[in-house]
Nanobody
């Protein structure tokens, strides 16, 4: 079992920055890929960024050049550095991990990010 707890959300003005953190506990050595998803009001949850156990990263097009994902496998942490924030980045952000085998998905409880224009 893996537990994920996010922190770092809040209210920021457009153009500002925030850093989200996710602390994993439990069987952190079994974690494979990790990532951040977000869900805006009235919209489906979407992937923001992902990072493999080996450190390869991917980003959705709308955040490339503004967001940076990183992880520390030794302590089971994941972070998302968000710069040049826009109103459209407003959403609840969720930490995600898959672990195993047997492959199991885990989600954090979510943290709210609100960007005022």
């Amino acid at each position: 079992q893996v537990q994920l707890v996010e922190s770092g959300g809040g209210l920021v003005q457009a153009g500002g920055s925030l850093r989200l953190s996710c602390a994993a506990s439990g069987r952190i050595s079994s974690i494979n890929d990790m990532g951040w998803f977000r869900q805006a009001p009235g919209k489906q949850r979407e992937v923001v960024a992902g990072v493999t156990k080996g450190g390869s990263t991917t980003y959705t097009e709308s955040v490339k050049g503004r967001f940076t994902i990183s992880r520390n496998n030794a302590i089971g942490s994941l972070s998302l550095e968000m710069n040049s924030l826009k109103a459209e980045d407003t959403a609840v952000y969720y930490c995600y991990a898959n672990a195993g085998p047997p492959y199991t998905e885990y989600w954090g409880q979510g943290t709210q990010v609100a960007v005022s224009s």
